[in-house]
């Protein structure tokens, strides 16, 4: 028993630390991680790095391919813009969806994960900003009230992970997003969902175009 609690923190710490140096660019896109390397660089097995790895995959930070191992993922300009186009759709249509005005019970819970990502941004605390943010919309767009729907958005923002990541080592981004997640409640609490549609849309256009910017992809 304490053998798999101490390979689950292994693979946890590997997790977190390849997860850091993507978000800082520290691991280019297309980059290699070799389990052996990873293996001597963390004093672990294969078998914990190669755990560890599927996470990543799962998240959307890497690809593993038979034969090949595993590299940093890249999209191109036109996978970015195909990926978004989907998440503009099912994003404001979820969002048209949930009845308004929203339950001042479930208001204040997203208050409260508004308020703890604020703090995250405030302390440049990159991993809380991203758990912070992956709650506040995973509580939102769950309100559609269709389980399907809610749960292609979280596939897409799996596969959103890298490009939105890329956004958040800008503080200004990072300060926008948390504004918008203020407005993102407002919205919640007031009768109008097209405006909230418009709002949760136009909320995940700058890590697309960052992304792009970042890469020398063209616009």
Known sequence: M???VSAEN???KIVKSLEVAIVLGRLYPRE???EEKLAKRFTTTRHVVRQALMELE???L???ETNKGATVREYSADKVNQLYQMRELVEGQAALLIGLPVADNKLSELKYICD???AAVEKSDMLGV???NKEFHQVVYRLCGNDFLADVIDEMAKNSNLVRFTSSTDQSLLQQARDEHYLILEALGENDNNKLADICIKHIQPSRL???ERHGHMI
């Open 210 to 212: 960052m992304y792009l």
């Open 130 to 132: 991203v758990a912070a």
């Open 32 to 34: 290699r991680l070799v």
């Open 2 to 4: 304490m053998r798999e």
């Open 10 to 12: 292994s693979v946890q």
């Open 58 to 60: 799962l998240g959307g």
């Open 116 to 118: 703890k990502h604020a």
């Open 62 to 64: 890497i690809v593993r």
